[in-house]
């Protein structure tokens, strides 16, 4: 089956302890992208990346990396999170990026405390 | 970025067509029109695209209006599984963030049994 598996789905986390949030898609898709979902703000992306070792910068990266190693696997990385990252994340892959369709991952409900 | 705008919400009843529109009067020869929807505490779905002709899958059509300025998602027949944000999305066609997509506040569909 085609999917994005995000993990974890639930984190509760404290202020500058380093997380990853983990993303991976079986579809051998070259695009891939992360976004997060804020009330009344809607879905912004924060990075993405066209193909292996090729990653750039979405609308609101600060305070995020992410690495592209392997094709199927694209990790997002708070190195020292804060309240203001609690949101609800979605990673995306698709095979051409514009022509078609992108599949979404279920999400990760991030708690910073 | 071309924009799209879309009614803030619509209802409808089971079992009845919908007719979501969308406007996107600065769209450029290249763009193409994509749909997508989020179902409650799950990710975007994709539902269709399309760049001139009408297109019809098995989730929905899309009715591409000839001068492209605006686009009509159609449901033909309501579920209430169908209840979600309906999204309508012009994929950046090149330069920076190629392939995003943005997320406006999209159509809030709500089925009445």
């Known amino acids: 089956e085609a999917q994005v598996t995000q993990n974890p789905r639930y984190l509760i986390t404290v202020t500058g302890k380093k997380l990853t949030v983990t993303c991976s898609q079986n579809m051998n898709h070259e695009y891939m992208s992360w976004y997060r979902q804020d009330p009344g703000l809607g879905l912004r992306q924060i990075y993405y990346s066209m193909n292996v070792e090729v990653t750039d910068k979405g609308d609101v990266p600060e305070g995020y990396k992410v690495s592209r190693k392997e094709k199927r696997n694209f990790p997002l990385i708070l190195e020292s999170p804060s309240p203001n990252q609690t949101s609800l994340y979605f990673c995306a892959s698709s095979s051409s990026g514009r022509l078609t369709e992108a599949f979404f991952g279920q999400g990760t409900r991030l708690t910073v405390v | 970025d071309a924009k799209t705008t879309q009614p803030n919400s619509m209802e409808s009843n089971e079992e009845e067509p919908v007719h979501l529109p969308c406007n996107h009067s600065?769209?450029?020869?290249?763009?193409?029109i994509h749909w997508y929807r989020q179902l409650p505490s799950q990710g975007p779905e994709y539902v269709i695209h399309?760049?001139?002709s009408n297109v019809n899958n098995r989730m929905a059509s899309l009715a591409i209006a000839e001068d492209r300025k605006s686009s009509t998602l159609i449901l033909h027949r309501a579920t209430l599984r169908d209840a979600a944000v309906y999204y309508c999305i012009l994929p950046n066609a090149g330069g920076t963030s190629y392939g995003k997509l943005t997320f406006g506040q999209g159509t809030i569909l709500t089925v009445h049994p």
């Open positions: 600065t769209i450029s020869g290249t763009d193409y």
């Open positions: 399309g760049l001139t």
